[in-house]
């Protein structure tokens, strides 16, 4: 069984191959990025941490944030990647609830750094410097280390990181993630994915949650990795005709924003071969548009956070307008189980919970043995989503089930109602939610973002999808707004969208029309 430790010295052996080009640090090699984690990794030894303490850091996309993660992984520390944009009651929230007793910030986090600093006791070692409660700068703490390997050895059981997932509901919690574990991921995102040493790959979400798989399968493999800060479609764009990027990597509601630009500027993407997508299905339109600027290149995975990263792979070969719902078929060494509702009516035959086996998945949530057990059937770990299995053995995401609502006594899925109103050429973005209502229990509500110079109106927008989904299922209001709120994650915050809206009721109420539900294979569509 592989380590991520053992997984990091071996990346010696790519010696000066370009690794990393940053906005910070400029080009780094194999060799200079593991001089910089050894570094990281004696300056925390030094300091008094030991295997099993826990290293929190607030960094943005860079090779510092990639060398914090190896050097946990080499030393045994454990590490606790912390969301850049997180406020500061939930920075507090996850400093104390991981037992943090360092942290390194970046200075642009000073501030707030400082604000959760007379709130996180445990924290006896920040590291930082001006404006915020370190005394000791990053570069000053990292000029003082040895640069030599700490020479720990570590354990595939042991804990690497504890990653805070998104959550749908409440405060959010730590899934552990061990050595094995992220191993074994990255392994076999390389072999799925088809990742190669020439490869040039940019990295555009934050790799403070499980995105980081995106970097480290790249490094693992000996490609080039550029590491964008912040999303900026036109930089990534520019980036890749100017770098002859081949991988990218995005959620979809970035696919988006991509294909906005690339439309209306058509630069040349050709060298790029692969288009992985993540975070929720793909809707038709949106796919279609970008087969027209990338061709037949684009992926869908499946993942999560207790999965320390994908489960699931479509590849391109397999991808067409009728598997746009799937997240393919299992990875290496995992299992896929669906566990349908024995109370279900007939016509969501086959469809029921997602449940996972494999050396990737989380032993459970950290200082949460009541939802550790909850999250377990055997060894079978819940997923809390919603799915189906074709013959081909490919799955199908209907839904999270807590985002699924109940209107009028009917089971509402969003993502089917957010495709039937992709499908309309004038939207752009769509996210589908319900609120409390007296009536209906759920109202089903949606909002969508449209082209510039889009005519077609609320009313409009129903009577289109009404075409295309059952009565029941059109939302009850549809609001047009100019964006949609994103969650730290990227992706669009129905709970924003339901606090803001759970007080607006209905502006008409309408016969609902019950037709029956669309089998699994017509969700697909």
């Not at 009651?89 to 910030?105: C, F, I, K, P, R």
């Not at 397999?318 to 509702?341: A, F, H, I, K, N």
């Not at 089930?401 to 969003?414: I, Q, R």
Request: proline fraction near 7%; include cysteine; charged fraction near 25%.
């Amino acid at each position: 069984m592989a380590t991520m430790g053992e997984m990091v010295r071996a990346l010696e052996r790519f010696g000066e191959r370009p690794a990393l080009v940053t906005e910070a640090a400029g080009e780094l090699s194999y060799a200079e990025l593991l001089a910089l984690t050894n570094r990281f990794a004696t300056g925390l030894l030094a300091a008094g941490l030991e295997p099993g303490d826990r290293f929190a850091f607030l960094l943005p996309n860079g090779a510092r944030i990639v060398a914090a993660y190896y050097a946990c992984a080499t030393t045994g520390i454990v590490g606790v990647p912390l969301g850049t944009r997180l406020l500061e009651d939930d920075l507090v929230h996850q400093l104390n609830d991981s037992g943090a007793v360092a942290v390194m910030y970046a200075p642009e986090f000073a501030e707030k750094a400082a604000g959760a600093a007379a709130r996180a006791p445990g924290v006896r070692l920040w590291i930082g410097g001006p404006g915020g409660p370190g005394e000791t700068t990053i570069e000053d703490f990292l000029a003082a280390a040895d640069g030599s390997d700490p020479g720990i050895a570590v354990g595939p059981d042991d804990p690497y990181c504890v990653m805070y997932t998104g959550g749908t509901t409440g405060v959010s919690k730590a899934a552990i993630q061990t050595q094995e574990s992220w191993a074994y991921c990255i392994r076999d995102t390389v072999e799925q994915l088809g990742i190669v040493a020439d490869d040039r790959h940019a990295v555009v979400l934050p790799m403070t949650h499980a995105a980081w798989f995106t970097a480290a399968g790249h490094l693992e493999a000996g490609a080039r990795t550029h590491l964008l800060v912040r999303w900026d479609p036109e930089r990534l764009l520019a980036l890749t005709e100017a770098e002859r990027l081949t991988k990218l990597h995005m959620l979809p509601t970035l696919l988006g924003d991509l294909l906005t630009v690339a439309e209306r500027d058509r630069p040349d993407v050709g060298t790029v071969g692969l288009v992985s997508l993540a975070g929720s299905p793909i809707p038709v339109e949106m796919y279609r548009r970008a087969q027209a600027i990338f061709g037949d290149v684009i992926c869908n995975i499946y993942g999560l956070t207790e999965a320390s990263g994908p489960v699931t792979y479509l590849l391109p070969a397999d991808m067409s307008e009728e598997r746009l719902r799937s997240g393919g078929r299992p990875g290496t060494g995992v299992e896929v189980r669906v566990e349908e509702d024995p109370d279900a009516p007939p016509e969501n035959a086959g469809i029921g919970e997602i449940l996972l086996r494999g050396p990737q998945m989380t032993p459970g949530y950290l200082n949460r043995p009541e939802e550790t057990a909850a999250a377990y059937d055997g060894e079978w770990f819940r997923t809390g989503d919603i799915g189906y299995r074709d013959e081909d053995g490919f799955l199908y995401i209907v839904d999270r089930k807590k985002e699924m609502v109940k209107t009028g006594g009917f089971n509402v899925y969003p993502k089917e109602v957010e495709e039937a109103l992709y499908a309309h050429p004038d939207v752009i973005e769509a996210a589908a939610f319900g609120v409390p209502d007296a009536k209906w229990m759920e109202a089903l509500q949606a909002c969508v973002v449209l082209r510039a110079g889009a005519s077609v109106d609320a009313e409009g927008l129903r009577a289109f999808a009404r075409e295309g989904i059952a009565g029941y299922k059109v939302p009850k209001e549809i609001h047009i707004v100019d964006a949609l709120p994103r969650t730290n994650f990227g992706k669009f915050d129905k709970k924003a969208l339901q606090r803001k809206y759970a007080a607006e009721p209905p502006a008409t109420e309408l016969r609902e029309d019950h037709s029956h539900p669309a089998t699994p294979k017509e969700k697909t569509a």
